[in-house]
């Protein structure tokens, strides 16, 4: 149970009076007081899912802490990694589905709305699924062969119980080309088409989703709108657009997010945030990607800012950041259905590895102690609100 809020109800407050602003009082009193607060998932009910990412740790039951917040304060689940080709079917009609089916009932079980991701990626996908056994690359029947399997397999294994499915990543480049990737060079661009048939043959009770970074940028915003619009016009349904919310202090403007929430549902369709988090630390140039920060000290002390302490002004602009973010979707909360957190806590963020490995961040609600940040109770006031 997690320790008390200061939006906590307010008919416990006379019992709690003088605990409330006493951080020490309040871990100790959350192992005692079971305390009906309000909750994110609650107070965004009548708007969209609030949904958080899994780690493969935590699917397996390694971090409790974070499953009972995910159980606690989320509606809707994603795992980060695990339904992903390379682990499903890692060698050429060999299929893993325990760890996915973990998932799969453990959203089930706490009666959460359940994301597949992701069916087409250019990255974390096996080489084989491109090559012959001579390691030549196959024609494109061979590989179109290839995807319809792996989706009718896997969409068809969770039929009924994923409520909607990535089907496919990041397929248009940051210039708004198509991205020169191994499905589109074997097969040309109606690989997307194909994908979204396949998957919708395979479940068409599933939303389909095309979820991709970048969706602020104009260039590329209109790129994936002119290709949802072909694919409209072939008949082909794309039910949702997944916009990756990997977001900073300083990106992307307010307005180009709200321009394209706006075009998007021009498409009819609907738009989901997804993989969303607030980056803290300074963005490095190109050139410093993959780096390990612990072996040079200057590095570490410019791109990674706050290594043991993030400070309250600091978690003031997250929190602030996150409103400003939030009163968007409020606004627009006919065209959402869904707003996924991508972590429960700062420690599992993926940013703390990339684009440098190493760094300490803080972009999601809940630190390292699992206690909720500045940013949550702005989210849960915001949400009151609005209700
Ligand atoms: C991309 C992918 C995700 C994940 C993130 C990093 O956005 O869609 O599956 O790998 O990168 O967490």
């Known amino acids: 149970m997690r320790g008390l809020r200061l939006a906590g109800v307010l008919s416990l407050s006379v019992i709690l009076t003088g605990m409330i602003n006493c951080v020490t009082c309040r871990s100790v009193q959350k192992q005692e007081i079971s305390i009906q607060e ?12 609030i949904g958080t ?46 760890v996915a089916d973990s998932f799969v009932s453990l959203g089930e ?20 699924v491109f090559q012959d056994t001579s390691g030549n690359l196959v024609d494109r029947e061979t590989l179109l062969m290839r995807i319809r399997d792996h989706i009718h397999n896997v969409v068809g294994h ?17 210039n708004g080309e198509w991205r020169e990737n191994l499905y589109y060079q074997i097969i040309g661009k109606d690989y997307v088409q194909k994908a ?29 709108i002119k ?10 349904k794309v039910d949702e657009i997944g916009m990756q919310g990997h977001y900073h202090l300083d990106y992307p403007l307010l307005d180009s997010l709200e321009e394209s929430i706006v075009e998007f549902s021009e498409l009819e369709v609907k738009i989901a945030i997804t993989e969303y988090e607030i980056n803290v630390l300074p963005r490095p140039d190109d050139e410093q990607l993959g780096a390990d920060i612990s072996l040079n000290y200057e590095m570490q002390k410019k791109y ?20 400003d973010f939030f009163k968007i979707f409020i606004k627009h909360k006919d065209k959402i259905s869904r ?9 599992q963020s993926w940013t703390n590895f990339w684009p440098i490995r190493g760094r300490t961040n803080y972009p999601l609600l809940f630190d390292r102690q699992y206690e909720p940040k500045a940013a949550f109770d702005a989210l849960i006031e915001i949400g009151k609100k609005n209700k």
């Open 304 to 323: 990674d800012p706050f290594p043991d302490f993030f400070p309250d002004s600091m978690q003031q602009k997250l929190a602030d950041r996150y409103v």
């Open 38 to 49: 309000p909750k994110l998932k609650d107070v965004y009910k009548d708007a969209f899912y």
């Open 339 to 347: 707003v996924t957190i991508w972590g429960v806590h700062d420690g």
């Open 196 to 224: 979204f048939e396949y998957a919708r043959e395979a479940d068409p009770d599933a939303k389909l989703i095309y979820n991709d970074y970048s969706l602020t940028n104009r260039v590329k915003r209109d790129a994936v």
């Open 53 to 98: 990412g899994l780690d493969s740790t935590q699917i397996y039951g390694g971090d409790q802490r974070a499953l009972a917040i995910m159980k606690e304060q989320f509606n809707a689940v994603t795992a980060e990694n695990i339904m992903k080709w390379e682990k499903l079917q890692p060698e050429l009609g060999k299929y893993y589905f325990t």
């Open 109 to 128: 079980r706490n009666q959460m709305y359940i994301v597949g991701h992701v069916l087409l990626w250019h990255y974390q996908t096996p080489e084989w």
């Open 227 to 236: 290709m949802v619009r072909e694919l409209q016009r072939k008949g082909v």
């Open 158 to 174: 969770y039929k009924g119980r994923v409520g909607s499915w990535d089907v496919v990543n990041e397929a248009i480049d940051d």
